[in-house]
């Protein structure tokens, strides 16, 4: 008989809308962080790193690119005879046919898959945050307090707080108390949307409350572990951990990766982080190219200068370019002579010479100013800016844009051009 | 594909100095992020030949890790695989390989039991792209008994160190001299044959009962005048690695753009092995001057003119000239490096200078690393 003691649901499901344009074809878990990783690659590495290595990845908002980049698991070492990584998408049954209606729903429907294993534990992880965990301590620290349910919490700064699911617990870490998103937090440990069911109490809950609408864990299954009794404890981690859930934090958590000796390392020994490269060149740097403060991915050619930023695989910046504080993702290639500060450029990304990004006044976005703020220049993947046309701040662009979509050759501060 | 492969990797060679104490030649890292085996494994692969042995025998540990998975090149299939053979004791023979045509001899079973009709034998110390395919249908096409890869070398080249062919007007091989003293022509061997299984059993077999070991004296030499010997010509890019100055300017040819082109961004693509190391890093002081650079890296210095391989670490106020850093090492502040190969894991206190005066200079230098 198959046994695993414990296995991961991976929640990658979701759209992102708060990352704007970077989720219009793509899952967030599948958006591009730090030069040449998937934010996917983060919990999928801290599983296989925590000897976790079966994985079920719940998929449903556009997975091509998700599907295309977990494939049979092969960089994260899950491509396992038994176990290892499995896409789970909805799928049409005989008496009901239905989209994932909410993370615990999600889950509710492949409860056979989890039986298939015959776990112990059940992990429950979400594809959007950057961090490096060891679940084996967790379910340690599980084990050994008896929990039914056991929700990692970080302590962040009391003002913080009232953005975040507090938990309140006694000096044994049992929880006694949560409240999601508090005006006036009681505590300030935020749970992190990482938890270990004991199997056992997690199918309970499911299946009581199986045709509640939009079925969540936060909202529904863990207020009814509480209420039936159930054992709830928090482990506190204090590693770095991140929610890039908007433009504003994706900017910043590839920005950390640049300090010198940054919170979030990536050069460390152990704990690697895997992904799937099919890029591996080496990077190429001109006689008059300019570095400073950046990662680079690999094969990217640099002819210009680049500045305080994140650039990813396959990249081309054209002689004479300067870029600051901006991300840019793989295989874009960007021409000579332009100007690009704060941008978020997007995979694929075509930008012609002589173009500027980000320049003028500030200005609020006119269609999602609480998208598309902090004066970001945001860019979908595969979109086309003509050269010698220039750009404001907090704009976003997207499609294949020509010089008639450039009154006076600017698009002005705040404005969105959505071509696609 | 109707071919096996046979990948010739055992050799060593004394003119790669130090460079060769550490790895068999086949091991040499390539520009920034390959080794030279990559090449020939990636063109059968890319060939489609599914079957693929590699006769290893000196100082095989980096080659062997290497190859520790067949995945890296696509290898790893039901049909197939890519089989590392080495020498093996066994009841009536315990010898090292006496030659590359004794080492096929040794691992004849691996051609007695493959079914497909041709085998390309290709050394893997050369850097190049080829397909496959299309060597074999011009070995059919001539109807040739063997098909060698040859390339004319520029004249004023020192070629005493290859094989020189002669080809009459029919590209036939009439004559074909071992590293002469006075080539007569400037077309050499690249190293790379197609010939029908069979046949290779054959005169395999018939060399081993004379007690000859050699492929290319014995076999190719002997035979050529009784067998139809063709040369298929390139004119696309080959290196060999053969010597320090080889491999200093076969890294160096990449910096030139055609060559990364013709190599990482024309189809197809060239596999390695994958480290998993994060993007390389490049902090304040960071200065990088017409230079590839592998991931894992991170640059506090001035890099000039130079190849830096895999997780290196470039520290303070150095100065990087002329130089190529293999995978691993450690520079510490302050450090002058020019004119240089440095060992891979090597590790260079800071503060020093190391030139290379009239000619290259290798370090080797293991010392103990201040751990980040």
New interface residues.
Partial sequence: MVKKEMIAMLLAGGQGSRLGVLTSKVAKPAVAF???YRIIDFPLSNCINSGVDTVGVLTQYQPLRLNAHIGIG??WDLDRNIGGVSVLPPYESNDSSEWYTGTANAIYQNMEFIENYNPDYVLILSGDHIYKMDYEVMLDFHKSKGADLTIAVMPVPLEEASRFGIMIADEDHRITEFEEKPEHPRSNLASMGIYIFSWPALKKGLTALKDQENLDFGKHIIPYCRDNGAALYAYEFNGYWKDVGTLNSYWEANMEL?D?VPEFN??EEYW????K??I????????????????????S??YGQVYNS??GRGVTIGKGTVIRDSIVMNDTVLGQGCEIYKGIIAEGVTVGNGVKLGVGEEKPNDTAPHIYNSGIVTVGEKSVIPAGVSVGKNTVIYGETTVEDYPNGYLDSGSSLIKA | MRAIGIVLAGGNNHRMAELSQQRAVCAMPI????RSIDFTLSNMSNSHIQKVAVFTQYNAGSLNRHLNSS?WWDFGRKQGGLYVLTPAMANENSNWYKGTADSIYQNLGFLTSSHEPYVVIASGDCVYKMDFNKLLEYHIDKKADITIVVKDMDPNLDISRYGTVQMNEDSRIVGFEEKPLQPKTNTISCGIYVMRRRMLIEMIEKCAEEDRYDFVSDVLIRYKDIKRIFGYKIKSYWKNIASVEDFYDTNMD??N?DV?NY??REYP?I??K?D?L???????G???????????C??NGL?ENS???KASYIGNGCTIRNSIILNDVYIGDGTTVENCIVESHSTLQGGRTLRGEDRLKVVVEQGDRYV?
């Fill in positions: 730090g030069g040449k092969i960089p640049i010198i990536l050069y690697k982080i895997y992904t490269s099919e591996q060149p080496p990077q190429y740097f001109s006689a008059d190219s300019v570095v400073d403060r950046c990662i680079i991915g690999e094969g050619e640099i994140v650039i | 520009a920034g992020s390959y995945k990449f910096l753009p990364r190599f990482f693509n596999y390695s994958v998993d994060p993007p390389a890093k490049y902090n304040p960071a200065c990088v001057r017409n230079s590839l650079i592998s991931s894992g991170i640059v890099v190849v830096i391989f980040l």
